[in-house]
């Protein structure tokens, strides 16, 4: 053989190339040929060149018909192949949880207007603020306040909130300016509350609600003490 | 019943694939799949594995016909050369070496007369009027079918080692040696 110098990496190149078409390469440096093709022009030219002079070695070997059953199975996996989308990379439009908090969302909302629009029908006036009370560690709706007038409001639950045994919750509010925030009583879980504001000033926008964890007889201070389980602002609707 | 080489347009055919007609893909399995399930066969040494092997190649064949660049190759070797690189990679990756028995001895007959004598069938040899042939005549005999064997059925540097008798070292440099020589005579 005369090889230059200069040739001694494209002959080792070459020779990869060979022994990787004739077969003779084990798995592992199959799988790293096959790695280095996409992306090395020389190697992937070098394999080219030797598939081409190797083909015609496949004409020795007989053809073999293969089976009735080989097509439909082909074509099987290809209508299989058509039906989805293939795998896109994930798009927003493919991402479950985003769906699945999305659903959550929605359907939140239609218990919210649903309620609202159900235990409005009764009453002559319609709801002039909304409060929708959430949980404040993943903003889940639990409880709905509606005021038809600035006097009254109504507390429906949305759910059986779940409760420990030796706790109540108790509700709150404070407007912008108060001192803190005012008692509105105990609630049991899943309850609907109907309260007149008549000792209290009028219901303003952006009225904070809430409701706490507190004892089996509320708060002994008069003041919030135990964590917020819900809590929201009113929003005037038109 | 298939159409004689020269006159499959094995490039239309490809090129069709890539715009999505499944006609193509029909046509091309028509045209070979029995050639290309003997060349999984050879190299699986088992019809149920070489009908796998056959189908996912139909399926990569369609699915990366996109790939195939006319510049860079026939249309035909293409399809040969996925086919026989999904049997080698599953071959190895299964490690699946042959023992090389009394039923290997028997299936490599026809391939072994290449050891020296001429006795090769007639129409194999007429199918092989391509250069490779003449090159590979040039070659000493043991060497020649060291390639032979590895290219048509698959065999590992041990596999020819001991089908031959021969030292593992020795087969590898005279598969080594006859690659250069290949190269060299076919340009």
Request: hydrophobic content about 40%.
């Given at each position: 053989?005369?090889?230059?110098?200069?040739?001694?990496?494209?002959?080792?190149?070459?020779?990869?190339?060979?022994?990787?078409?004739?077969?003779?390469?084990?798995?592992?440096?199959?799988?790293?040929?096959?790695?280095?093709?996409?992306?090395?022009?020389?190697?992937?030219?070098?394999?080219?060149?030797?598939?081409?002079?190797?083909?015609?070695?496949?004409?020795?070997?007989?053809?073999?018909p293969?089976?009735?059953?080989?097509?439909?199975?082909?074509?099987?996996?290809?209508?299989?192949?058509?039906?989805?989308?293939?795998?896109?990379?994930?798009?927003?439009?493919?991402?479950?949880p985003?769906?699945?908090?999305?659903?959550?969302?929605?359907?939140?909302?239609?218990?919210?207007?649903?309620?609202v629009?159900?235990?409005?029908?009764p009453?002559?006036?319609?709801?002039?603020?909304?409060?929708?009370?959430?949980?404040?560690?993943?903003?889940?709706?639990?409880?709905?306040?509606?005021?038809?007038?600035?006097?009254?409001?109504?507390?429906?639950?949305?759910?059986?909130?779940?409760?420990?045994?030796?706790?109540?919750?108790?509700?709150?509010?404070?407007?912008?300016?108060?001192?803190?925030?005012?008692?509105?009583?105990?609630?049991?879980?899943?309850?609907?509350?109907?309260?007149?504001?008549?000792?209290?000033?009028?219901?303003?926008?952006?009225?904070?609600?809430?409701?706490?964890l507190?004892?089996?007889?509320?708060?002994?201070?008069?003041?919030?003490?135990?964590?917020?389980?819900?809590?929201?602002?009113?929003?005037?609707v038109? | 019943?298939?159409?004689?080489?020269?006159?499959?347009?094995?490039?239309?055919?490809?090129?069709?694939?890539?715009?999505?007609?499944?006609?193509?893909?029909?046509?091309?399995?028509?045209?070979?799949?029995?050639?290309?399930?003997?060349?999984?066969?050879r190299?699986?040494?088992?019809?149920a594995?070489?009908?796998?092997?056959?189908?996912?190649?139909?399926?990569?064949?369609?699915?990366?016909?996109?790939?195939?660049?006319?510049?860079?190759?026939?249309?035909?070797?293409?399809?040969?050369?996925?086919?026989?690189?999904l049997?080698?990679?599953?071959?190895?990756?299964?490690?699946?070496?042959?023992?090389?028995?009394e039923?290997?001895e028997?299936?490599l007959?026809?391939?072994?007369?290449?050891?020296?004598?001429?006795?090769?069938?007639?129409?194999?040899?007429?199918?092989?009027?391509e250069?490779?042939?003449?090159?590979?005549?040039?070659?000493?005999?043991?060497?020649?079918?060291c390639?032979?064997?590895?290219?048509?059925?698959g065999?590992?540097?041990?596999?020819?080692?001991?089908?031959?008798?021969?030292?593992?070292?020795?087969?590898?440099a005279?598969?080594?040696?006859?690659?250069s020589?290949?190269?060299?005579?076919?340009?």
């Amino acid at each position: 053989m005369t090889f230059k110098p200069e040739d001694n990496d494209s002959a080792d190149l070459d020779a990869l190339a060979g022994e990787y078409v004739l077969g003779t390469l084990d798995a592992q440096q199959r799988h790293a040929v096959e790695q280095r093709l996409p992306h090395d022009a020389n190697l992937q030219a070098a394999v080219e060149r030797w598939e081409a002079r190797l083909l015609p070695l496949n004409d020795l070997v007989p053809a073999q018909p293969p089976s009735r059953q080989l097509w439909p199975r082909i074509e099987r996996s290809l209508n299989a192949l058509n039906v989805p989308a293939p795998q896109a990379k994930a798009s927003w439009w493919n991402l479950l949880p985003l769906w699945r908090g999305l659903s959550a969302a929605g359907l939140a909302a239609t218990l919210v207007l649903g309620t609202v629009l159900l235990t409005a029908t009764p009453s002559v006036s319609p709801p002039t603020y909304v409060v929708v009370l959430v949980a404040p560690q993943d903003q889940a709706p639990g409880w709905v306040i509606q005021a038809s007038n600035r006097q009254h409001i109504q507390l429906i639950p949305l759910g059986i909130t779940q409760v420990p045994t030796d706790k109540t919750l108790q509700f709150w509010t404070k407007g912008d300016g108060w001192d803190g925030p005012v008692s509105l009583g105990l609630v049991k879980p899943g309850q609907t509350l109907s309260l007149p504001l008549d000792r209290l000033p009028p219901l303003e926008p952006n009225q904070l609600f809430e409701l706490t964890l507190e004892g089996p007889d509320g708060s002994a201070t008069g003041k919030p003490t135990g964590p917020i389980q819900f809590i929201g602002r009113a929003v005037k609707v038109i | 019943m298939t159409i004689p080489e020269p006159l499959f347009d094995y490039e239309a055919c490809l090129l069709a694939c890539a715009r999505g007609e499944r006609q193509a893909l029909v046509a091309l399995y028509a045209q070979e799949s029995a050639r290309l399930l003997g060349v999984a066969r050879r190299i699986a040494r088992d019809d149920a594995l070489a009908e796998d092997i056959v189908h996912d190649a139909f399926i990569k064949i369609w699915t990366r016909a996109t790939s195939y660049d006319p510049q860079r190759g026939s249309a035909r070797g293409w399809v040969f050369s996925v086919t026989r690189h999904l049997a080698l990679n599953f071959m190895r990756d299964n490690r699946l070496e042959v023992q090389v028995s009394e039923d290997s001895e028997l299936a490599l007959q026809p391939l072994a007369n290449l050891d020296g004598s001429l006795a090769l069938d007639a129409l194999e040899w007429r199918a092989g009027s391509e250069r490779i042939y003449g090159c590979l005549e040039q070659l000493d005999p043991a060497r020649r079918t060291c390639i032979v064997h590895a290219y048509v059925d698959g065999y590992t540097h041990a596999e020819i080692a001991k089908k031959l008798a021969t030292p593992l070292g020795t087969v590898k440099a005279w598969i080594k040696r006859s690659l250069s020589a290949l190269r060299e005579c076919m340009g």
